[in-house]
């Protein structure tokens, strides 16, 4: 009897249920203040969803966000167990939803802010979807042994959580589940996890710890490095598939490098002998990072290994290293890097398209003399070995100056350019790759030679600066064009930028795929219209008369004309751009 009054004494009500669905019932005959008086309570026996929406009422809301005067700060329900029911206890976009045994259920505590303290069911096997969500004052949270899933969303917004054990029994967890956990710094996932979906703790800027159980096997790169704060991973040992060593994670094997948090306060770092691979965004956003050494056995850099890397100053590539895939030493559109040139070994063989996607910082690329695949120029152009496509022009070249060998554009090539306001793609070349001028922040004209006859996906995405792209093809033939060659997602494109075509060829393009998309009946440009001098830009006129000047495009006075693109100024009347 003792120890009873001792434990009512904790609590400002102490509820004993016979049956589910009268916890209002039983709270108002104990007193007409007890409903919004009351700051802690524990609950014995059995409750459903009408008891949980009566005591979200107590906690100070009601519905989806409506205050009530609730005062409940502290709730213990360890000793009850939730029970199924027939009548549904809220409608969620038109789903009626009702207590199932045993599940914490949708939204039965979401946005009860005033809550600081609970103690969860201990019968408890699974916390639905939104059942915690936006508990901001909620300060810890035990998960029971016995929960074996988790919904989407469960405990989103649970700002005031530090540390969060995920129980060995748990093997699924949903969307989301602790997404805006705002001060989460440690984060445990149970043994039975064995993947994490990508949106999982979005949004957690605090986290900074997680450990994998021995179970955990798939996951998205993104998932990591979108936590900003993360530091450290670590795995089980008894996981077949991860190993960890000093935060990093790595294969089982440890031949590839997986994920370097983002925030590991490491300025210089040498990857460890017998790594062959960098695995997707492996060092993606490592902010402190400044150089890295890699090993002989190094093979492969993945997709956007070490994008948007901003403070890397140097990186020295193995002799030995085959693969650079998209991606892996980019930045996002407009952000500043520290790495200014970069040394390509022999053994280079692969360097994917975009592989230095929008690095503006990035303006030389050497590339060994004795590479088999690929050669720079003296602007820090990359070309493969026949130097007949454009791989790479670094993003702040004034101007494009390719070799008469050329005759593609590769993919995302001129992605990034800045320092051109207008581009000239001359008569010889022929194919321009996916992507090929995507975020040219500072392309207000573009124009394609007449020698272009294939053109591939989203080549002007987002070149929102752009006004007018001249077109001197005859004709592309539709199989030549992908659906969405000149669609620019941002808008821009089609808010402002005019197309201009060969004399008489206008109706052709004003449907034509590449375009326009049939599917969304939509044309891709602000306007379309057609040339009325279309030699102007690829055929210099010849003059009689007059005294030649010549300038660069950027405005510069030259001495005499260079190779690339020029401005020729005849007698100080007409303008012409052209080809040399």
């Not at 003792?2 to 400002?12: E, F, I, S, V, W």
């Not at 600081?116 to 916390?127: G, K, M, R, W």
């Not at 900074?208 to 998205?220: A, D, P, R």
Request: aromatic share 10%.
């Amino acid at each position: 009897m003792l120890c009873l009054t001792t434990a009512r004494a904790q609590y400002d009500l102490y509820v004993e249920l016979v049956s589910a669905g009268t916890l209002e019932e039983v709270v108002a005959d104990i007193s007409e203040d007890a409903k919004y008086g009351t700051t802690s309570m524990k609950v014995i026996g059995p409750v459903n969803g009408a008891d949980m929406m009566f005591i979200r009422d107590m906690c100070g809301v009601t519905g989806f966000a409506q205050p009530t005067a609730g005062k409940l700060k502290v709730l213990d329900m360890e000793d009850t167990y939730i029970v199924d029911s027939e009548e549904p206890y809220i409608n969620l976009y038109g789903v009626d939803h009702t207590s199932k045994f045993g599940h914490f259920g949708t939204c039965f505590l979401y946005n009860c802010r005033n809550l600081e303290q609970l103690t969860l069911p201990s019968t408890l096997v699974a916390i639905d979807s939104l059942a915690l969500a936006s508990c901001s004052n909620l300060q810890y949270i035990e998960i029971p042994h016995t929960v074996t899933s988790i919904g989407y969303g469960a405990f989103v917004g649970c700002d005031n959580v530090t540390y969060l054990t995920i129980p060995d029994g748990v093997w699924e967890i949903g969307t989301g589940a602790f997404q805006q956990m705002q001060h989460l710094k440690e984060l445990t996932l149970g043994d039975a996890v064995e993947a994490i979906d990508n949106s999982l703790f979005l949004g957690d800027d605090s986290l900074e710890v997680i450990n994998l159980g021995k179970s955990f096997h798939t996951f998205n790169p993104i998932v990591f490095y979108t936590a900003n704060a993360l530091r450290e991973l670590f795995v089980g040992i008894e996981n077949p598939w991860y190993s960890s060593e000093d935060g990093i994670l790595f294969s089982n094997t440890c031949d590839s490098l997986v994920t370097f948090p983002p925030a590991l306060n490491l300025t210089d770092y040498i990857i460890p002998d017998g790594v062959r691979r960098i695995a997707q965004s492996a060092f993606c956003n490592a902010r402190y990072l400044q150089s890295v050494s890699m090993p002989i056995s190094m093979e492969v850099i993945d997709s956007m290994a070490f994008f948007n890397c901003k403070a890397m100053v140097g990186i020295a590539l193995n002799e030995g290293l085959d693969s650079i895939a998209f991606g892996a030493f980019g930045l996002s559109p407009g952000e500043e890097g520290a790495l200014t040139e970069l040394h390509i070994p022999a053994s280079v063989t692969h360097i994917e398209g975009g592989a230095f996607f929008c690095n503006a910082s990035l303006v030389a690329l050497d590339v060994d003399e004795d590479n088999t695949s690929y050669m720079s120029d003296e602007y820090g152009q990359l070309f493969n070995k026949e130097c007949t496509a454009l791989c790479h022009l670094p993003c702040l070249a004034d101007e494009l100056i390719l070799p008469e060998t050329v005759v593609e554009i590769g993919p995302y090539a001129c992605a990034g350019a800045m320092a051109m306001p207008e581009m000239y793609v001359p008569d010889q070349v022929r194919t321009i790759g996916d992507g090929a001028f995507a975020f040219a922040a500072g392309m207000q004209a573009l124009t394609l030679g007449k020698g272009v006859e294939k053109v591939g996906d989203m080549v002007i995405d987002y070149c929102e600066a752009l006004e007018h792209l001249y077109l001197f093809a005859e004709d592309i033939a539709d199989e030549q064009l992908q659906p969405f060659s000149f669609l620019d997602e941002s808008g821009a494109v089609m808010e402002q930028c005019v197309l201009h075509v060969m004399p008489g060829k206008a109706a052709g393009y004003m449907l034509k795929k590449g375009f326009y998309s049939e599917e969304y009946e939509l044309f891709f440009f602000a306007d379309l219209v057609e040339m009325d001098n279309p030699d102007r830009v690829t055929a210099p006129d010849v003059h009689t008369e007059g005294v030649t000047t010549w300038y660069d495009t950027a405005g510069r006075r030259l001495r005499q004309p260079t190779r690339g693109v020029m401005v020729e100024r005849v007698g100080g009347k007409s303008l012409k751009r052209f080809f040399k």
